[in-house]
């Protein structure tokens, strides 16, 4: 059976970072583990910023699931989002784990990132929380209006007590989730393991990098200076954090969707608990618990396990899930991201 016909697992695919962490992803998903090992990439069809290989996710006969798509963007995509998106899958999902406090950043939007760095996407992204220490939280947004130079003056000082002071503080538990839209600036706890989806970019810009293993000064910024990429940061406070949190669960009752409606123009993510069924397309997956098996409409049958992650090509058709809780990742929908800033 061909890979765009039946669901692939795939292999971990964790790799170094600037931050402490990464033992829990190991232990989930059988990769290698810490110390400076804090994401895995998954589903992965671009590379981190600056490389040409890292960040990609390889199939088990060892292709690029990027090579595959391209290959095939029809099968593995389905006619609708290729007349859409073309090849591109619109979506990246990661795991995250931090044993230090991730630093105050933000991402560009996409009318940035096509002005100043000729791409088609920015960077927004939403976070599954998987496991939370007690107390722990996340900073989402500024807690009141700052200014251009206001923030410039910090990161020019090297200020970080005042910029993560400046942040809105947000508590979160395991089942959580935060939809964090491009320009809002952002940390996250030590401690506070994450399932992430975002646009399908590496795009951060550092406001503080003081006990991280980067050179903000001379990476912080995208290449485009502090002054210039300071444009994309939004001053403002959330006006509606509530809108943006959910406290969804991760285990039992009906299939749901974890995330904030005003994140279907960039992806979707939906719970599957113990048996269900989803719709044809591609698809991300990760499985959160239990044991048992993926059926697709193509007659695939796939066994898979807590810490199980797979891709699903559209041409599989719709597929069932017994025995386990699953998170499937999607991209988005043509005609929501139609008018997705």
């Known amino acids: 059976m061909s890979h765009t016909s039946t669901p692939i697992l795939l292999p971990p695919n964790q790799f170094p970072h600037f931050y402490r ?10 990769g290698p583990g810490g110390p400076m090992r804090p994401e895995e990439w998954i589903g992965s069809t671009v590379t981190r910023a600056g490389e040409q290989v890292s960040g990609l996710s390889v199939l088990p006969d060892g292709t690029l699931l990027r090579d595959a798509v391209a290959a095939d963007p029809l099968a593995w995509l389905g006619p609708e989002h290729v007349a859409a998106f073309g090849e591109s899958t619109e979506i990246l999902v990661k795991l995250l784990d931090p044993d230090q406090r991730l630093p105050v950043h933000f991402h560009p939007d996409k009318a940035f990132a096509r002005r100043h760095l000729a791409l088609d996407h920015g960077k927004t992204e939403a976070w599954i929380v998987l496991e939370a220490p007690d107390g722990g939280g996340v900073g989402l947004g500024f807690a009141e209006a700052m200014t251009k130079a206001q923030v410039l003056d910090m990161v020019t000082r090297r200020d970080a007590v ?28 030590a401690g506070v393991f994450v399932l ?11 406001l503080e990098w003081e006990g991280f293993a980067v050179d903000g000064e001379l990476d912080g910024h995208l290449g485009l200076g502090f002054p210039t990429v300071l444009d994309a940061l939004r001053y403002e406070p959330v ?15 009906e299939a749901r969707s974890l995330l904030s409606d005003r994140a279907d123009g960039y992806f979707r993510a939906d719970l599957v608990p113990g048996t269900g069924r ?64």
């Open 21 to 30: 962490g990464g033992d829990r992803i190991g232990a989930l998903r059988g």
């Open 278 to 341: 989803v719709d044809a397309g591609f698809a991300v997956a990760l499985v959160l618990s239990g044991a048992g098996d993926v059926t697709t409409e193509s007659g695939a049958v796939l066994e898979v396990g807590r810490g199980s992650a797979f891709v699903v090509p559209w041409s599989a058709g719709g597929w069932v899930v017994d025995g386990v809780d699953v998170v499937v990742c999607r991209p988005p929908l043509p005609e929501a991201a139609a008018g997705a800033p």
């Open 196 to 206: 992430e989806l975002q646009e399908p970019t590496d795009l951060s810009a550092l």
């Open 239 to 253: 006006a509606d954090v509530d809108a943006l949190v959910r406290a969804t669960g991760l285990t039992g009752g």
């Open 162 to 189: 005042s910029l993560l002071r400046s942040l809105h503080r947000q508590a979160v538990r395991p089942g959580d989730t935060i939809l964090v839209p491009a320009g809002v600036p952002h940390a996250i706890d």
